[in-house]
């Protein structure tokens, strides 16, 4: 399924039901009076959360989301039916807009989170509402309203715990595939990862994190080049970064420096925020080299750069380093969670 991360849709809710003009009329009964029953609500459409989605491609067919409308009274003061809601299941993750006027009107971050985007008309009034002491037999009604009715657009960011990021080809599909249950696309050429893969990183003890593989990031991305800001929106979701650099067997600490800052400028260039998020080094394709070579390669990069943060060098072909990572970096959320309290602990997603 091709990924698409916005979309732009119509919803209205549903008209609400007409009031009735009727009269009660029984044998034996000859003053019956007024007895028009009120229409029905209008169905209103609410987006809600589903954590079993991660793409917004539904929308590519289905653009215009129409709620049921109430029906009208009936005599015996009998009330129309109302108009079903309609729910229009959107991944985890999808901020809403009003398309014309710009306006934030909602983030679905949770599954089965409902939020409501077009409210149902209100119902019109039968005669019977209209009785008084000066006016026994009214024949007056009212029309029921009509419902909400916008444009959205609609736009996904992923919900994960941790982000991988770097260079086309460092090895993070391959580091999530080998942490995960997730099958993300391995092959040796730079953008294998077209959309962004999630992976559930299960550890003892029930503990578990969400990573996002994010598609690699070249100079300019920030403009749009390569695969551009598509993909690095996605990022501002996450907690604590995981930067890739690949050890090549033909690279030096400068360039591996170079490398580092060209990321790092991409993602200042981007949002300021997104740069100040913690970020780790992970010098990757640990097995291309001699333990202890590739261990001085990346210590000497480290020096290069001045870096100040916690760093690690792994190996998704042997599995060296990989689970001590993904155990440092749930203790590390854990200890963020702590420090920040129950309540704030859950509002780091924007």
């Known amino acids: 399924m091709k990924f698409v991360d916005e979309a732009t849709i119509s919803v209205a809710g549903g008209k609400g039901g007409d009031g009735c003009l009727s009269f009660r009329r029984e044998k034996f009964v ?23 989605l991660n793409t917004l491609s539904d929308f590519r067919y289905t653009r215009r989301f ?3 409308s109430g029906q009208a009274g009936s005599g015996g003061r009998r009330a129309g039916p109302k108009g079903d809601d309609l729910e229009v299941r959107v991944p985890v993750g999808t901020l809403v807009f009003d398309a014309d006027t710009g306006e934030a009107i909602g983030d679905v971050v949770a599954d089965g989170q409902r939020l409501l985007v077009a409210r149902g008309g209100f119902h019109g009034l039968g005669n019977t509402r209209f009785k008084s002491s000066v006016n026994q037999a009214p024949r007056r009604t009212s029309a029921g309203t ?82 551009g800001i598509r993909f690095l929106r996605h990022l501002a979701r996450n907690r604590l970064l995981l930067h890739l650099v690949a050890l090549d067997a033909d690279t030096t600490p400068q360039r591996l420096a170079s490398e580092v800052r060209e990321i790092e400028q991409e993602l200042t260039a981007f949002d300021s925020d997104l740069a100040e ?46 689970r001590v990572l993904c155990e440092a970096a749930l203790e590390f959320l854990e200890t963020m969670d702590e420090s920040v309290g129950p309540a704030e602990a859950d509002a780091w997603r924007p």
């Open 146 to 227: 009509s419902g909400d009715s916008r444009r959205l657009r609609l736009e996904l960011k992923l919900l994960a715990d941790v982000g991988l990021v770097g260079k086309p080809n460092a090895g993070k599909s391959t580091f999530l595939s080998t942490v995960s249950a997730a099958r993300p696309k391995v092959a040796d050429y730079p953008f294998t990862t077209l959309v962004p893969s999630l992976g559930v990183v299960t550890l003892a003890q029930q503990r578990s994190l969400v990573m996002a593989d994010i598609p690699g990031l070249i100079e300019g991305a920030a403009e749009g080049a390569g695969l």
């Open 277 to 322: 998020l913690p970020r780790w080094l992970v010098f990757s394709k640990a097995d291309l080299w001699p333990e202890d070579e590739g261990m001085e390669l990346a210590r000497r990069c480290v020096v290069e750069l001045g870096w100040n943060q916690r760093w690690w060098v792994v190996s998704s072909v042997s599995g060296q380093g990989c």
């Open 30 to 52: 000859p003053r019956g009076g007024p007895d028009g029953g009120d229409g029905g609500d209008g169905g209103s459409v609410y987006l809600v959360g589903d954590e079993g």
């Open 66 to 68: 129409q709620a049921p």
